[in-house]
């Protein structure tokens, strides 16, 4: 396309991780059969905790997030539908269910999009989840990943939610099967016990391979994020 023809232009080269990202999320997108649903869950117990345990996490040098709280509440889930994690063997006829839960998180660098992994998240609390999601995070916007700290991975959560939005279509970091999006949460009125309260709710966007998952148990699914994200206790507690 001749654009000088309308007017001056710039050509700038795409960065390292666009030229290798782009090719990913093409192939994604064209190959996977997305379907994208859509839920929210009351974080507002979940906020007032952490606020709470603010200073404390401070004290051990940890920013807690709310991205922890939902990879927590990621890795629970995944436990109770281990197929969110599986991965799809298509030439055998087979799913392949791994006996671990590796999380990836989107991360925004200056060069583009990674995705580092948080590995064995299930045996994680909170604050050791926000230890690594930072240090991680701090290594992705330096280009100091390795690739390993990339890879094997069952599942992503893409948390646009520091920034804004209220709901997004993630594209699946294949050969994961369902990606979840967070956006930024807010007060809304929820009808409850008869008359609206104010209540913090979470928007979330899960992207999942309609060849594996079916809609019946993307939706259990999101209710049981719902649900884990409402339970602060629940994800509070000590791991096995
Ligand atoms: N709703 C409301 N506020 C939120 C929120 C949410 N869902 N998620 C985070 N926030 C708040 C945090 O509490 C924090 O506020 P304070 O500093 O007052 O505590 C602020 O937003 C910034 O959070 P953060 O960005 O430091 O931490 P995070 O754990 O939310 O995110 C990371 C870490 C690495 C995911 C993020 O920095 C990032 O890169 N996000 C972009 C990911 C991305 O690009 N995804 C798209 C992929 S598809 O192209």
């Given at each position: 396309?001749?654009?000088?023809?309308?007017?001056?232009?710039?050509?700038?080269?795409?960065?390292?991780?666009?030229?290798?990202?782009?090719?990913?999320?093409?192939?994604?997108?064209?190959?996977?059969?997305?379907?994208?649903?859509?839920?929210?869950?009351?974080?507002?117990?979940?906020?007032?905790?952490?606020?709470?345990?603010?200073?404390?996490?401070?004290?051990?040098?940890?920013?807690?997030?709310?991205?922890?709280?939902?990879?927590?509440?990621?890795?629970?889930?995944?436990?109770?539908?281990?197929?969110?994690?599986?991965?799809?063997?298509?030439?055998?006829?087979?799913?392949?269910?791994?006996?671990?839960?590796?999380?990836?998180?989107?991360?925004d660098t200056p060069g583009g999009l990674v995705v580092p992994v948080v590995r064995d998240a299930d045996r994680k609390d909170v604050f050791e989840l926000a230890r690594e999601l930072a240090t991680l995070s701090e290594k992705a916007r330096l280009g100091?990943?390795?690739?390993?700290?990339?890879?094997?991975?069952?599942?992503?959560?893409?948390?646009?939610?520091?920034?804004?939005?209220?709901?997004?279509?993630?594209?699946?970091?294949?050969?994961?099967?369902?990606?979840?999006?967070?956006?930024?949460?807010?007060?809304?009125?929820?009808?409850?016990?008869?008359?609206?309260?104010?209540?913090?709710?979470?928007?979330?966007?899960?992207?999942?391979?309609?060849?594996?998952?079916?809609?019946?148990?993307?939706?259990?699914?999101?209710?049981?994020?719902?649900?884990?994200?409402?339970?602060?206790?629940?994800?509070?507690?000590?791991?096995?």
């Amino acid at each position: 396309m001749d654009f000088e023809a309308f007017g001056p232009i710039e050509r700038r080269p795409l960065s390292r991780i666009q030229k290798i990202a782009g090719p990913r999320l093409h192939a994604s997108w064209v190959n996977i059969p997305h379907v994208t649903q859509f839920d929210e869950a009351d974080i507002t117990e979940m906020e007032a905790t952490r606020a709470k345990l603010k200073d404390q996490a401070t004290a051990r040098g940890i920013k807690l997030t709310p991205l922890a709280f939902v990879m927590r509440a990621c890795a629970q889930a995944l436990q109770a539908f281990p197929h969110f994690g599986a991965s799809l063997d298509a030439a055998a006829g087979e799913l392949v269910f791994k006996k671990y839960v590796h999380l990836g998180f989107a991360a925004d660098t200056p060069g583009g999009l990674v995705v580092p992994v948080v590995r064995d998240a299930d045996r994680k609390d909170v604050f050791e989840l926000a230890r690594e999601l930072a240090t991680l995070s701090e290594k992705a916007r330096l280009g100091k990943l390795v690739a390993a700290e990339m890879q094997g991975g069952c599942f992503t959560v893409s948390s646009l939610g520091g920034i804004g939005g209220t709901a997004f279509t993630p594209i699946i970091n294949a050969p994961e099967v369902a990606i979840l999006g967070v956006s930024r949460a807010s007060q809304r009125p929820v009808y409850q016990d008869g008359a609206f309260v104010p209540r913090l709710m979470l928007p979330l966007s899960l992207s999942y391979d309609h060849r594996v998952i079916d809609g019946a148990d993307a939706v259990r699914f999101t209710s049981f994020l719902g649900k884990a994200l409402a339970d602060v206790q629940g994800l509070l507690r000590a791991q096995p």
